[in-house]
């Protein structure tokens, strides 16, 4: 035991005997309120298993259950739902050990989920539950500690001298939970940081102890303000202490299945990945080169596709600065190991100048977003982002779709510096936009205002500082109050629909269609795009159902797979993951089923956001920056493209219209096939014309329990 | 004339390959799956492989994001 844990005033404790892992599962879920104090195990049934499979289903199915119709997000009885999947923690295959985080969001009111490498998930499971359910409000700071090998559960008291950034706070609880290193190896914490105190776009960060730097990394459930909601609980740390694990930690039913298909997948990646994306290298960060060379890289709040200082920012750059050499999953057995850092960073700005840090990442994502969408082109910049966003808990996608924003309000007259409090907030105002960062963690100034989000701030401009509505409604990338991740949808119809027709807000996890359709044009009708917009969220959902990462189903393949029938699905990787959930789980599938088993958990979400008050067809509607021109230099920086779409859309002479004619011209046609897609998409997934799953489609899913056929009778 | 993906009219010339029609195309992305009037073509004849005159060429970019 360490002597500075014993201090710890404990609240409320629960011992329990851990179940073994039983092909994939343990059959338990743990439940804390942090309110009350109550803890307690609940049985996993078989019909929640044959139904909601685990990961991101256990999660909705808890919350499903624990919340009510009018529940808020900052309501006591919001839950942060936590679990990997029956597959989670595999060893054999890469990519096998996510987590998901499920809570009602600040930001859209409605369900999020966002999933994130470490090992807390999968840890958690080797400590006995498929998935820890965290409800109710904390009066002061608290920690909740599970320890397997104890076989307790315990809420505890955070002093107040403990720190609440993560990069502090994880060394804070290594000296006060771990008495060896080889404790170290198997903790992980969830924690947060003071921008998730201070603003609605916080995040989680799960951390991971990486035996090679004997330091702690941590990646990141960012979307959706589940960081937010954690520290509205008053919650410090999940804290879990697990067995250590084995390769057959999960109890497999057929463990030779796995390592067989392990064995295949492995040599995959370390045949072609050096051929191909270079993951083990530069990670995400090779897209950035690509999107820029195929006009889809968001630049200056998503009005341009490309930029020439884009080569300062790209994957070569960050191969460089990425230290080498070391092992870079974000899971045991990962050996796509995408999960790059910087070690030593020294930290220029802010309460931590000065010291030396590990960055982890950048990645693609926070690239696009703080780098090329803000205009800001200086690696040591996106470094400090990063590493701030991470140890400050705040999504760096909400924040660089957000700074975004506020630099195009800014260039547009809306904000000028006697309402920025004096900052600069042009594009590529670097400094500027980390000093934004350090008021949002203080909870101070113009910071407190971008934290709430980009919907808030566009009310909040129209009322305080006479922003046009129309105007901040067209270029303030958000849909559902969730900020846009980086891509460039103009050009790409199903992309539209990809981000607009989800259930969660625009993240690219449940579709990325832009290649298919804009570049391969593999996506020609209305139906190509619907039957797309049905497959491929469904498959990617199912990752997040089993525990798996997305990344090496596509960023990594045979060059063979060229010879499929059906490429893009990548089908002999799909097959993989047959006989991976058929492994562990002894239950024999096909890919068909697959899909199924995610179709239920998506309908059962989509019921969840009409219960709540929303998910219906108004509320899938896009802003229209992401569907085409809003600007005439937007519309002039690319003219030769509109101009030719003017002649073969509409059969018109371009040389006789000015340009708002024509843009307005192609407002009204992108608009309105914009509709024409959702009816198609509505349509393939079941759902009425206003977007709601018929009783049909939950008859035929299985999940037509009486309080959910009561809630999609209201609308039908 | 080579029809690029449905789409892109590319100029054909005799010993016009894969190679230069992804260099006109500012294909970047280093993987793909080739079809010239509907069969496959690998990475490895992109070189050498000649597109006949007025070809169906589908270039399919296999990639899927973040
Ligand atoms: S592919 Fe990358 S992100 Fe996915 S599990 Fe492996 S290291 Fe983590």
């Not at chain 2, 004339?1 to 054909?12: F, P, S, T, Y």
Request: with cysteine.
């Amino acid at each position: 035991m360490n002597e500075a844990k014993a201090k710890l005033h404990v609240l409320s404790e629960f011992t329990y005997t851990p179940s073994t892992v039983e092909r994939g599962y343990t059959g338990q879920t743990l439940y804390v309120n942090v309110g009350d104090g109550t803890i307690k195990g609940k049985p996993v049934t078989e019909d929640m298993k044959e139904k909601f499979i685990g990961g991101r289903g256990f999660d909705l199915w808890l919350l499903w259950q624990g919340i009510n119709d009018s529940t808020k997000w900052n309501d006591p009885e919001n839950e942060i739902v936590i679990a990997s999947g029956p597959c989670g923690g595999t060893t054999q295959y890469p990519g096998s050990g996510k987590s998901i985080a499920v809570s009602i969001s600040p930001l859209t009111h409605v369900p999020i989920d966002s999933n994130a490498g470490g090992h807390y998930g999968p840890y958690l499971k080797f400590s006995g539950w498929d998935a820890i359910e965290v409800q109710g409000k904390a009066e002061k700071d608290v920690f909740v500690y599970v320890d397997g090998p104890a076989g307790i559960v315990q809420i505890i008291e955070a002093p107040e001298d403990s720190p609440t950034d993560t990069h502090m706070l994880g060394h804070w609880l290594n000296d006060h939970f771990a008495a060896s290193e080889k404790d170290k190896q198997q903790m992980s914490f969830v924690t947060a940081g003071i921008g998730s105190d201070h603003s609605y776009i916080g995040c989680l960060n799960f951390s991971l102890y990486d035996r090679k730097r004997h330091d702690l990394r941590y990646k990141q459930a960012g979307r959706g303000g589940i960081g937010t909601v954690f520290r509205d609980k008053k919650i410090k740390a999940l804290i879990v202490k697990s067995f250590p694990v084995k390769g057959d930690s999960n109890h497999p039913a057929d463990m030779e299945r796995i390592a067989a298909t392990g064995a295949d997948m492995q040599h995959e990646v370390a045949t072609f990945d050096p051929v191909q994306n270079r993951m083990r290298s530069r990670g995400t960060s090779y897209l950035v080169q690509i999107m820029n060379d195929y006009d889809l890289l968001p630049v200056h709040n998503y009005k341009f596709g490309a930029h020439p200082d884009t080569p300062k920012i790209n994957g070569d750059i960050w191969e460089a600065q990425y230290t080498q050499n070391m092992p870079d999953g974000c899971w045991y057995g990962c050996t796509v190991a995408c999960a790059h850092a910087v070690d030593a960073y020294e930290v220029r700005t802010g309460p931590y100048k000065g010291q030396r840090v590990i960055v982890d990442g950048p990645e693609y994502e926070t690239i696009a977003g703080c780098g090329s969408n803000c205009g800001i082109f200086e690696p040591w910049a996106l470094l400090e982002i990063n590493f701030y966003c991470d140890t400050y808990g705040i999504d760096t996608i909400s924040f660089g779709t957000g700074m975004a924003f506020v630099m195009e309000c800014y260039e547009a007259g809306i904000l000028d510096k006697e309402k920025t409090g004096g900052l600069d907030l042009h594009f590529g105002k670097a400094e500027e936009t980390l000093e934004v960062m350090h008021q949002l963690a203080r909870g101070e100034g113009f910071g407190k205002i971008f934290g709430m989000g980009i919907r808030q701030m566009k009310q909040y401009f129209v009322e305080h500082f006479d922003a046009d509505p129309q105007f901040v409604q067209d270029i303030g990338m958000e849909a559902k109050g969730l900020e846009y991740s980086e891509y460039l949808t103009k050009e790409s119809l199903a992309q539209q629909g990809g981000y607009g027709l989800t259930n969660k807000g625009p993240q690219h996890d449940e579709a990325w269609l832009i290649f298919m359709d804009q570049v391969n044009n593999q996506l020609p009708t209305f139906e190509d795009k619907a039957e797309a917009l049905h497959y491929f969220p469904m498959w990617r959902t199912w990752f997040g159902l089993c525990g798996f990462c997305k990344l090496p189903w596509n960023d990594v393949v045979d060059p063979k797979n060229s010879l499929s029938a059906e490429p893009a699905k990548i089908p002999h990787h799909v097959q993989n993951y047959v006989e991976i959930y058929s492994g562990v789980t002894g239950k024999e599938v096909t890919t068909d089923d697959l899909i199924d088993m995610s179709e239920r958990v998506y309908n059962l979400q989509r019921v969840m956001n009409i219960r709540l008050g929303y998910g219906l067809r108004d509320h899938d509607a896009i802003p229209y920056r992401s569907a085409g021109p809003v600007t005439e230099e937007e519309y002039l920086s690319r003219q030769e493209r509109y101009d030719d779409q003017i002649r073969e859309w509409f059969d018109k002479d371009p040389e006789t219209m000015t340009t708002q004619e024509k843009m307005a011209l192609h407002r009204e046609y992108r608009e309105g096939r914009y509709e024409k897609l959702i009816d198609a998409v509505y349509k393939r997934r079941g759902w009425s014309p206003n977007g709601v799953p018929t009783v049909e489609k939950l008859q035929q899913l299985g999940i037509d329990y009486p309080d959910v056929v009561a809630i999609v009778k209201k609308y039908l | 004339m080579i029809l690029v993906n449905q789409k892109h009219q590319v100029a054909w010339h005799k010993g016009i390959t894969i190679r230069d029609v992804l260099k006109i195309m500012n294909y970047t992305y280093p993987h793909m799956a080739v079809r010239v009037n509907g069969t496959p073509v690998l990475d490895d004849q992109y070189d050498t492989y000649t597109i006949p005159d007025e070809a169906d060429v589908r270039v399919i970019h296999l990639i899927a994001g973040g």
